[in-house]
């Protein structure tokens, strides 16, 4: 029985990262994948859809061209190359990171793993094969997949899950989308770009319900700008199916019932985690909600098994995974580490406009009794967005009245996942409004604004 000192089961941005930290820090590591390197994000999720993403705001923005002074004729798109670009681009980074794996000297194994005991694993592999290894260090990072409601389940055809909708045969003329989290509003964007009449269907009182209450309003007011209609307080009580339409029926927070026929149907109601068949009944690790249980160091309750990623619980982003599959690997290391803390985790939607935040919303904030400065800054008030022609959007922050502690920040607008960065640093310099005041922004920029909004704070700006 070959040993290892450390085997991660799963490639995706926590497993692959944290197999190659692991053999930088000197430990004989093994990484086991059943299907693609990169897992979800980077062949069915992040990546893909962010190259569908671009080809559609490319495509808006040329509608655009005659505001800039330039004439563009004949204007039209493939779908389908649209489609078979977001695949080559995923191809391509699974490529690399097979490279990157390689050149840290982390075995692959293609297959699939269950616990046999303590520190036991017993592999399949995808060539039909049994092996047994060995390791001290046990790393879950097998992700997580669509939330499937019952009675909702996709088929593939008529209703899609996420991945379905990356690769469609052809453009749908009309889509119902069920959930207006960060995955069903980057799907309503996308798709409404190319003309597809769009539903978005939620049964919270806003649209992305996670983001603070100013930016879901500037979101649902852009997004119905652009068309796409939505439904709040609402709730789809059934689906019937016909041979190429699906019937949907609507319960709306005033009870009363509709119907509508959709050409398919968006299933983006948040995921479960994968930790079904990976033999945890043998050890002493417990599962909650459908998540792997874990303490700020991503360990379980079993001595030297370890989970990350989307299978040790929200929030679902493969930035959080990879940041904690370096946290635990340097753990298991020996080096002194700090927790990860979730108010210092950003989040991004990649719709147009784009959105981006981090810490508290102002409504959280209030809820902790906190007493609190609020920031604003308009991006109709900055030179930059508007020589760009992207006047819409808003840059929102929250301090702590007393310490000058950045509790959050929160934007919608152009390029504002790129902007979100910055405050991102902040709070993990645990820097307060006299450092960033006392910052100095490039002009023009973007990033002037988030000063602004932080002079706004505290009655000082200079441009509103």
């Not at 089961?9 to 190659?20: E, L, N, S």
């Not at 009245?401 to 996942?417: C, F, N, Y």
Request: net charge neutral; glycine share 10%; proline share 4%.
């Amino acid at each position: 029985m070959e040993k290892f000192d450390l085997i991660v089961i799963g490639a995706g941005p926590g497993g692959y990262v944290a197999a190659i930290r692991g053999a930088q820090l000197g430990l004989k590591t093994a990484i086991i994948e059943k299907e693609h390197l990169g897992g979800v994000c980077l062949n069915w999720g992040c990546i893909p859809t962010k190259a569908l993403l671009k080809s559609a705001e490319l495509y808006q923005t040329i509608q655009h061209a005659e505001e800039f002074g330039i004439s563009v004729k004949g204007l039209k798109f493939d779908f389908n190359k649209i489609v078979e670009r977001s695949r080559a681009v995923s191809k391509q980074l699974s490529g690399g990171i097979s490279h990157l794996l390689k050149k840290n000297k982390v075995t692959v194994f293609m297959g699939t793993a269950q616990l046999k005991g303590s520190g036991i694993l017993e592999v399949s592999t995808n060539d039909g094969k049994k092996q047994s290894f060995q390791a001290a260090h046990i790393i879950l990072a097998t992700g997580a997949r669509s939330r499937v409601l019952e009675g909702f389940e996709p088929d593939g055809h008529l209703v899609w899950t996420a991945k379905e909708a990356m690769v469609p045969t052809s453009l749908p003329e009309s889509l119902l989308i069920i959930g207006s989290g960060a995955i069903g509003v980057e799907f309503a964007s996308f798709y409404a770009t190319f003309g597809t009449k769009i539903t978005l269907v939620e049964m919270q009182d806003r649209i992305l319900p996670v983001e603070d209450h100013d930016i879901s309003a500037l979101a649902r007011k852009a997004l119905e700008k652009r068309k796409i209609e939505i439904h709040t307080s609402t709730i789809v009580q059934s689906l019937k199916k016909h041979p190429n339409t699906i019937m949907a029926t609507f319960l709306h927070g005033n009870k009363t019932q509709t119907l509508e026929t959709f050409d398919r149907v968006i299933m983006a109601v948040g995921i479960q985690g994968n930790v079904e068949n990976l033999g945890l009944e043998k050890t002493k690790a417990k599962i909650e909600k459908g998540q792997i249980k874990v303490n700020e160091f991503c360990e379980t309750d079993e001595k030297g098994l370890y989970a990350i990623g989307d299978v040790a619980g929200a929030p679902w982003l493969a930035h959080k995974a990879s940041h904690e599959g370096i946290l635990c690997v340097e753990k298991i290391a020996g080096h002194k580490v700090h927790p990860l803390p979730r108010t210092n985790i950003p989040g991004c939607t990649y719709s147009t406009p784009q959105i981006a935040s981090i810490g508290l919303t102002e409504q959280a904030a209030k809820e902790k009794g906190l007493a609190i400065r609020v920031g604003k800054f308009p991006y109709q008030a900055n030179g930059k967005a508007l020589a760009m022609g992207e006047p819409e959007g808003l840059i929102k922050t929250i301090f702590d009245a007393k310490t000058g502690e950045l509790l959050g920040a929160h934007m919608i607008g152009a390029e504002v996942t790129e902007l979100i960065q910055g405050f991102s640093i902040a709070k993990t310099l645990e820097t307060t409004e006299a450092e960033l005041m006392q910052a100095v922004f490039p002009h023009p920029t973007l990033s002037e604004m988030m000063q602004e909004s932080v002079l706004s704070a505290y009655g000082k700006p200079i441009h509103f």
